[in-house]
């Protein structure tokens, strides 16, 4: 089983910062794509950005310019840099990965539990 484990989140004023951290662990064989989404309460989960195995970003318009993804393939680590906060910022921020625990088995998408992102003065 593959585990996510985020951490970073918290209570930043607006035009702050805040860096994300999530770690893979548990029976890893190999990570496709790691990401990071966005969900507020009653609403549907929505993607903030994502990372490839070979580096490739996508972003959301809203994210564009101001967060940046990395991803550390030897710590299964993935990273999200969040400048210039805004209030709209403010939000429950949940990691993805795309795993698999073995050469033989499918991968499988896990998340994490979450990390709660608040922009307010």
């Known amino acids: 089983q593959v585990q996510l484990v985020e951490s970073g989140g918290g209570l930043v004023q607006p035009g702050g910062s805040l860096r994300l951290s999530c770690a893979a662990s548990g029976r890893i064989f190999s990570i496709d794509v790691m990401g990071w989404y966005r969900q507020a309460p009653g609403k549907q989960r929505e993607l903030v950005t994502h990372?490839?195995?070979?580096?490739?970003?996508v972003y959301a318009d809203s994210a564009r310019g101001r967060f940046t993804i990395a991803r550390d393939n030897a710590k299964n680590t993935v990273y999200l840099q969040m400048n210039s906060l805004k209030p709209e910022d403010t939000d429950d921020y949940s990691c993805?990965?795309?795993?698999?625990?073995?050469?033989?088995?499918?991968?499988?998408?896990?998340w994490g539990q979450g990390t709660l992102v608040t922009v307010s003065s």
């Open positions: 993805r990965a795309n795993a698999r625990g073995g050469w033989s088995e499918r991968y499988r998408d896990v």
């Open positions: 990372i490839t195995s070979g580096g490739i970003t």
